[in-house]
């Protein structure tokens, strides 16, 4: 499938698309970063989100990394969020709480060109690029419903900072 069909496929749903729909769409997709070469916009203070389409139910956002950059430690409240890395490998560490309500780190993992993950509402995880010799990362996400708010938490704190997700950048 192809990023129109991917879309065409999605376009589909009116309200928040099943995670294994949006994993499943994504592993399915042969996306390359050619294919959304408008989009490679990069930031040299944090890691740029750009637009690729906005469908009834989701949106997709072709993200860039440069190298060292990382998100917040987040989750998804409220959204499902499918992620396919086109360029690059990214790291993924996911989250969990302690008994004294602090978060740790569970596990990392090394997403390849070509892999995809997912997660949902509460899962706490962090997206990083720390790829040796300088390397940029492009990942291609689909949030449904848009990603509007997010929790985000602190290795040294046990409160939850509910924020206005990072803006999105428009061609």
Not at 47 to 53: E, G, I, K
Not at 71 to 77: E, K, R
Not at 160 to 171: A, F, G, H, Q, Y
Request: include cysteine; proline fraction near 3%.
């Amino acid at each position: 499938m192809n990023l129109q069909q991917l879309f065409e496929t999605l376009d589909q749903y009116t309200s928040r698309i099943p995670l294994d729909v949006l994993d499943d769409a994504l592993r399915r997709t042969q996306v390359s970063c050619d294919c959304v070469s408008e989009q490679l916009h990069f930031d040299e203070n944090f890691y740029q989100r750009n637009l690729l389409h906005d469908g009834p139910a989701y949106q997709a956002l072709v993200i860039c990394w440069l190298n060292g950059q990382r998100s917040l430690i987040h989750d998804h409240i409220g959204s499902s969020c499918g992620v396919k890395v086109l360029r690059g490998t990214a790291s993924e560490t996911t989250f969990g709480w302690s008994d004294n309500r602090m978060i740790y780190p569970v596990r990392t993992v090394e997403l390849a060109q070509g892999t995809v993950c997912a997660s949902q509402d509460k899962d706490i995880h962090q997206i990083s690029n720390l790829q040796a010799g300088g390397s940029d990362l492009v990942t291609l996400h689909i949030y449904s419903p848009r990603l509007v708010k997010m929790g985000v938490y602190s290795l040294t704190e046990s409160r939850v900072v509910r924020e206005d997700e990072s803006p999105v950048r428009s061609n």
